[in-house]
């Protein structure tokens, strides 16, 4: 575990990086943020909140035996989204669980 004095040193990083994206274990879409010097010259680590698999987005210190990041793994550049306006519901969630939530509150909302 992080000690307390890492923990607070690096939850000062900035953020300025987020990826959103689907567990393939468990399904949950998620967004995580991260430094974008992390990604670029370090090792990023997401835990998924669904299943708490951890995720490797980013190993550029050949921690894991390998130097990649996404852009390698998927083998195509990621997606790179510049305007918050595009950060939908459904663009964060997906379409079909957007459509579920939405079933769910009419259900819900009808009841009461």
Known sequence: MLSRVVSRALSK???DMHLVF???VCETRSVKGMSKQAYNEGVVICRCPGCQKL????DNLNYFG????LEDIL???IETITDVAEFSPAKIIG??????LQ??????ASQS
């Open 75 to 77: 083998g195509q550049p």
């Open 55 to 58: 995720h490797l987005i980013a």
């Open 103 to 108: 079933l769910e509150d009419r259900s819900l």
């Open 95 to 100: 379409e079909e669980k957007l459509t579920q």
């Open 22 to 24: 689907t567990c393939k």
């Open 13 to 15: 990083l900035p953020r």
């Open 66 to 69: 390998q130097k990649r990041n």
